[in-house]
C-alpha cells in the first residue's frame, strides 16, 4: 500500500464514534502506517484497536494508549474529536465549558509533548471555541490548527440536490462561513445548481423564497436531524472529512470545503471561525470572499456570537483576557492577512 506519509498520526477521542471511524477511514485512505490512539477509556480504546486489527489490514503499525504522553510524543499530525457529544435538546454551546476545559489541557499537552507537530484538526464542540482554545494553549502558528466546519456546506450541497432532485455533484460552490454553530452564515451567492447561479433561483417558481428559507433552517439545524433520526450525534460525516482535511495537511488531495481558522484583521478579531480557506502541507490559508450585503451581515452576526462565546470562556477563566493572549501564543498578536 502506498502512503501519503509515514509520519505518526495521532487520534484524539479514539474510542469515540467519531474518533474509531476516522480510524478506519485513515487507514483506508492510506495516510500513514503510524497511527496511534488515544483515549482515556480505556477499555473502549482497545475495543476499537481490536476491531481494527481484527481487519487485517495490512503492513500497519497501530499502537494506542491511554498515557497522553505516550500518544503524543513524535505526533506529526493530530486530530482530535475528544470530548464529549451533543445529546438531544443540547445545542454544541451547552457543550462549552467542559470541552473548553478539556481543549486547554489539550493545548498545553500538545506544547509540552509535540511542540513540533505539523497539524492539529479540532472537532470536538464547539469546535471554533475548543480550536481556539487549543491554538492559544499550545503556541502553534494559526495556520497549523484547524477545526472541522465543512459539516454545514456539505448539508447545503445535500439539502439542494435533494430539493431539485439532482446528483449532489450537480450543485457546486455550496458555503457557510461563521460559526459552526447554530448561527452560521449560509451564502447562497457562491452556490450553483446545474450551473445557475442560486441566487438567480431563490424567489422564483423554481425555489419560492419561503422554501428557501425553510432550507436555511434545515440546513444550520443539520446536526439536530441527525439527532432526532439516530438518537446520536452524527459521526460518519464528520469523521470522513476531517481525515480528508488531515490527508490535505499531509501534501494530499485539496481539502474542497471551508475550515474553520485563526482571523484576526480590521473586521474579525481573536476569533476562530470558518473562511474560504485552502488546506495543504503548508497549513491553512484564508482566501476574501464577498457575499451579498446580506450575507455580509449574517457573517457579522455569527462572529459576534462567536466573540460572545469567547467572552463567556474568557470569564470562566479557562482563557486569558485577549491583551494577556501574547504571554502564551505570541503568533495570536499578529495580523491574519
Ligand atoms: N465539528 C463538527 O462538525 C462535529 C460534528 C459532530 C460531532 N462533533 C463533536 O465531536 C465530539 C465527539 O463526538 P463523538 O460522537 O465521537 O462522541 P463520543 O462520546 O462517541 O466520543 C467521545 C470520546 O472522547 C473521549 N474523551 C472524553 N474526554 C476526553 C479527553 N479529555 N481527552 C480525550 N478524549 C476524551 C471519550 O472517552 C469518548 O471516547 C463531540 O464534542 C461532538 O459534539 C463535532
Known amino acids: 500500500m502506498k502512503y501519503l506519509t509515514d509520519e505518526k498520526l495521532v487520534i484524539v477521542g479514539a474510542a469515540g464514534m467519531i474518533g474509531s471511524n476516522m480510524a478506519q477511514t485513515a487507514i483506508m485512505m492510506g495516510l500513514t502506517p503510524n497511527i496511534c490512539l488515544y483515549d482515556p477509556y480505556a477499555p473502549g480504546l482497545k475495543g476499537v484497536a481490536e476491531e481494527l486489527l481484527h481487519c487485517g489490514f495490512e ?76 491554538l492559544l494553549y499550545s503556541g502553534l502558528k494559526p495556520s497549523q490548527v484547524s477545526t472541522l466546519a465543512a459539516l454545514d456546506s456539505t448539508r447545503l450541497r445535500n439539502e439542494l440536490a435533494k430539493y431539485f432532485s439532482i446528483s449532489p455533484d450537480e450543485v457546486t ?88 481558522t485563526y482571523v484576526n484583521n480590521s473586521r474579525f478579531s481573536h476569533i476562530v471561525m470558518a473562511m474560504e480557506t485552502t488546506v495543504s502541507a503548508n497549513g491553512v490559508k484564508v482566501k476574501p470572499v464577498t457575499g451579498t450585503p446580506e450575507e455580509e451581515a449574517e457573517l457579522d ?25 501574547g504571554d502564551y501564543n505570541p503568533y495570536l498578536c499578529q495580523t491574519t492577512d
Not at 301 to 325: F, N, T
Open 301 to 325: 452576526k455569527s462572529y459576534r456570537h462567536l466573540c460572545a462565546l469567547r467572552d463567556e470562556v474568557i470569564s470562566l477563566g479557562v482563557m486569558p483576557p485577549i491583551d494577556k493572549w
Open 59 to 134: 503492513g500497519l503499525n497501530l499502537t494506542y494508549t491511554s498515557d497522553i504522553a505516550e500518544a503524543l510524543t513524535g505526533a506529526k499530525y493530530i486530530v482530535n474529536s475528544g470530548g464529549a457529544a451533543r445529546k438531544a435538546g443540547m445545542t454544541r454551546e451547552d457543550l462549552l465549558k467542559g470541552n473548553a476545559a478539556i481543549a486547554e489541557q489539550f493545548g498545553k499537552d500538545v506544547r509540552k509533548y509535540c511542540p513540533d507537530v505539523k497539524h492539529v484538526v479540532v472537532i470536538f464542540n464547539p469546535a471554533d471555541i475548543t480550536g481556539l482554545v487549543t
Open 173 to 260: 460552490g455550496c458555503r457557510t462561513y461563521g460559526g459552526h454553530g447554530e448561527q452560521m452564515a449560509v451564502f447562497a451567492s457562491t452556490a450553483k445548481v446545474n450551473g445557475e447561479p442560486l441566487t438567480r433561483i431563490i424567489g422564483t417558481e423554481k425555489l419560492p423564497g419561503k422554501d428557501w428559507e425553510e432550507m436555511r433552517v434545515r440546513v444550520v439545524q443539520g446536526g439536530k436531524n441527525i439527532i432526532d433520526l439516530r438518537g446520536r450525534s452524527s459521526f460518519q460525516s464528520p469523521a470522513y472529512l476531517s481525515i480528508e482535511m488531515v490527508a490535505a495537511a499531509m501534501g494530499g488531495p485539496e481539502f474542497r470545503w471551508p475550515v474553520g
